[in-house]
Nanobody, 116 residues
């Protein structure tokens, strides 16, 4: 059974930083691309960043230069370092594999709230 457990969210002031973690089990983590997604109240879930099994990264334009995705295959964990946070970054953040995201399988996520 696949489990993706997100953690590290919280309340932070604008300009602050948070580091999200996602521990994976039930998959061959090192073989999978991983992504971070987010959903703000009233909005659709959106892709934020992804990292391939080989470590290549990609970001949505609004977070480029502020967020950094990384992975530790020895720990089956993917991270999202978020710097210079803005109120518009407020959302529930989820990690997922692209295939599970496509089929609508999601974990509980972790809430990030950025105050102005």
């Amino acid at each position: 059974q696949v489990q993706l457990v997100e953690s590290g969210g919280g309340l932070v002031q604008a300009g602050g930083s948070l580091r999200l973690s996602c521990a994976a089990s039930g998959i061959i983590f090192s073989d999978n691309a991983m992504g971070w997604y987010r959903q703000a109240p009233g909005n659709q879930r959106e892709w934020v960043a992804s990292i391939t099994s080989g470590g290549r990264t990609n970001y949505r334009d609004s977070v480029k230069g502020r967020f950094a995705i990384s992975r530790d295959n020895a720990k089956n964990t993917v991270y999202l370092q978020m710097n210079s946070l803005k109120p518009e970054d407020t959302a529930v953040y989820y990690c997922n594999t692209p295939s599970r995201a496509m089929f609508g399988y999601w974990g509980q996520g972790t809430q990030v709230t950025v105050s102005s």
